[in-house]
């Protein structure tokens, strides 16, 4: 079958068809990407396996942002009493584990450090946080946080996996403690690339690899509530008007039948 003349389309069946081999093309080259990634992380990236909906999960990721992330990074998009309401916390509460830098439950999650300063001690101005789940994933956030490794050659110590020459410096070091990466030259085509291998311990931390790893999947399921606070209520507030459209639909159809049954 041969491929249809796109110079007698209208413009609009043109822009549809060019559009459409667009994100053919992006979806092609994102899961390339997504594979390279993946070969080259030696299989380290995995998924955070977060729950939004674990109240307790979040009440520890709060803990975790505004005792070691919010020195530098904000969260300006969200309330103190709103996150309140919805962790399940009182004011009263708040005020006293999470409100640090804040005068009333009204103020938003903010920093003190202005993005001058920022600028001028680690290069960039750290970014605020509120939306960063919905930009980079939770899955991101999860191993970026894991991937810390010591590189003399950076200013701070250490480099990243997941953002090379990344700015940011290992704040959880004392908790994860200090790992190695093991990289290693392999030639394809002709082509000589370095391949990540894997980390190797050097110094313990205080918490255990495990629970490690779940001090950081709280934190990014934080991150991840933080960046769309109404997604439960939305969600559940999807599933209510589909069970009302399937019920209408019901009664919809058997009106239908009583009104149109005399008509042949």
């Known amino acids: 079958m041969s491929e249809p003349d796109m110079s007698r389309q209208s413009p609009g069946l ?21 594979l390279a990634a993946g070969g080259a992380g030696g299989g380290f990236a995995q998924p955070a396996n977060n729950d939004v909906s674990n109240v307790a999960s979040l009440q520890r990721g709060a803990r975790n942002f505004v005792n070691y992330c919010q020195g530098c990074h904000s969260a300006k998009y ?34 003190a450090m202005r993005p001058a300063d920022g600028e001028r001690w680690f290069g960039i101005a750290p970014p605020d946080l509120s939306l960063m789940a919905r930009s980079k994933g939770t899955d991101y956030i999860y191993n970026f946080l894991r991937s810390f490794y010591l ?17 940011m410096p290992h704040v959880l070091w004392e908790l994860q403690g200090l790992q190695s990466a093991v990289f290693e030259e392999e030639e394809h085509g002709g082509i000589k690339q370095v391949v990540f291998r894997k980390f190797e311990q050097v110094t313990p931390g205080k918490l255990s690899p495990a629970e ?9 399921n934080f991150l991840e509530y933080v960046a769309e606070p109404m997604k439960l209520k939305r969600q559940s507030l999807g599933i ?12 919809a159809y058997l009106l239908k039948q009583e009104i149109w049954k005399d008509v042949k």
Not at 212 to 220: G, P
Not at 240 to 251: E, Q, R, S
């Open 14 to 34: 043109r822009l549809r068809a060019t559009i459409a081999s667009l994100a053919g093309a992006l979806l092609v080259a994102c899961s390339a990407t997504a």
């Open 78 to 111: 969200v309330r103190y009493n709103q996150l309140a309401r919805d962790l399940g916390m009182t004011e009263e509460q708040v005020i006293a584990n999470l409100m640090f830098g804040a005068a009333k439950p009204t103020e938003t999650m903010d920093v």
């Open 151 to 167: 590189d003399p050659k950076r200013s701070s110590g250490v480099n990243n996996l997941m953002l090379p020459n990344a700015a």
């Open 240 to 251: 209510l008007v589909i069970a009302f459209l399937l019920v209408f639909g019901v009664f």
């Open 212 to 220: 490690y790893d779940e001090f950081v999947r709280d934190t990014a």
